[in-house]
């Protein structure tokens, strides 16, 4: 079992930036994918920026040239890095950790982002 711990989220005003961090309970390196996703109030569930194992990226249009997701396999740590913040960015957002053989999915709990006008 795959446990994923979400930190970093919290207030911010518009056009500032947070770190999000997905720690893992064991090895990342064995996952294909992790990626983040967020969730807004009333809205469905998103992604919002995936790396492969590879090391390759990919960004909802929306985030793009602002949001950089990154990978660190000795922390066992993803992060998402959070520029230039809008109010639209507003949501819970959540970790997870795509395993295609054997085929697994993992969730965290999620952490609060929320982006002041």
């Known amino acids: 079992q795959v446990q994923l711990v979400e930190s970093g989220g919290g207030l911010v005003q518009a056009g500032g930036s947070l770190r999000l961090s997905c720690a893992a309970s064991?090895?990342?390196?064995?996952?294909?994918?992790m990626g983040w996703y967020r969730q807004a109030p009333g809205k469905q569930r998103e992604l919002v920026a995936v790396?492969?194992?590879?090391?390759?990226?990919n960004y909802v249009d929306s985030v793009k040239g602002r949001f950089t997701i990154s990978r660190d396999n000795a922390k066992n740590t993803v992060y998402l890095q959070m520029n230039s913040l809008k109010p639209e960015d507003t949501a819970v957002y959540y970790c997870?950790?795509?395993?295609?053989?054997?085929?697994?999915?993992?969730w965290g709990q999620g952490t609060q982002v929320t982006v002041s006008s």
């Open positions: 997870k950790a795509d395993s295609f053989s054997p085929r697994r999915t993992y």
């Open positions: 064991q090895s990342i390196f064995t996952m294909n994918a």
């Open positions: 790396i492969t194992s590879g090391g390759n990226t």
